[in-house]
């Protein structure tokens, strides 16, 4: 199973945009790139996912480098809201439902 | 929609005693997972469900650890015995076979203490 690295924490301000990255560098050309994120004491929520373009919701931003080893999830402003733990996770398109979690990034607002 | 429910939420429970956790995964969703997540290990999957029938439980961590479920609207992990480093957040997560999103929705957890 493909693995990423984040780093530990980061912090930013309020409304100020953030740039979380992540590092895939044994990434498989059919894995898929998914984020998560986790506020205190609840459970884990989708946040945005991407194969090989950038992509934009409602929630974030995803940039993947153009060789795919490396992506940022860009949160536009920052609130106290957003103030959780950011995963970066690889799946297999093969096995989609399987994702394989690190520690994450913890980010202070 | 309710979204997925978990129970108990919280559970303290003395070494040797055995401790069911139930999960009624959201209406329509056939795949489900159970997590573990403590501070040392992170977030571990456990086992998960396709259809009801269990596809992948390579996580599990020895034979004290089980899990059913014997329709699409209720699951169990059950751990018997039950010892103090099975302590730790374990949570539910449903998902719908919908292509790349693979969007997984959890439900709030249950906390787990055995003395």
């Known amino acids: 199973d493909a693995k990423t690295t984040q780093p530990n924490s980061m912090e930013s301000n309020e409304e100020e945009p953030v740039h979380l990255p992540c590092n895939h560098s044994?990434?498989?050309?059919?894995?898929?790139i998914h984020w998560y994120r986790q506020l205190p004491s609840q459970g884990p929520e989708y946040v945005i996912h991407g194969l090989t373009s950038n992509v934009n919701n409602r929630m974030a931003s995803l940039a993947i480098a153009e060789d795919r080893k490396s992506s940022t999830l860009i949160l536009h402003r920052a609130t106290l809201r957003d103030a959780a733990v950011y995963y970066c996770?690889?799946?297999?398109?093969?096995?989609?439902?399987?994702?394989?979690w690190g520690l994450g990034t913890s980010l202070a607002v | 929609d309710a979204g997925v429910i978990q129970s108990p939420r919280h559970e303290v429970t003395e070494m040797g005693q055995e401790v069911t956790l139930r999960c009624k995964p959201i209406?329509?969703?056939?795949?489900l997972f159970w997590y573990r997540q403590t501070m040392m290990r992170g977030l571990e999957l456990l086992i998960y469900f396709n259809n009801n029938v269990p596809i992948d439980d390579s996580g599990m961590p020895e034979d004290r650890f089980s899990a059913k479920m014997p329709n699409a609207s209720f699951s169990t992990l059950k751990i018997q015995p039950s010892e103090p480093r099975d302590s730790a957040v374990y949570f539910c997560a449903s998902s719908l076979p919908s292509g790349s999103r693979n969007e997984q929705f959890f439900g709030p957890g249950t906390r787990l203490t055995v003395l």
């Open positions: 209406s329509g969703h056939n795949s």
């Open positions: 044994t990434i498989s050309g059919t894995d898929y």
């Open positions: 996770i690889l799946s297999n398109a093969g096995n989609n439902r399987k994702l394989i």
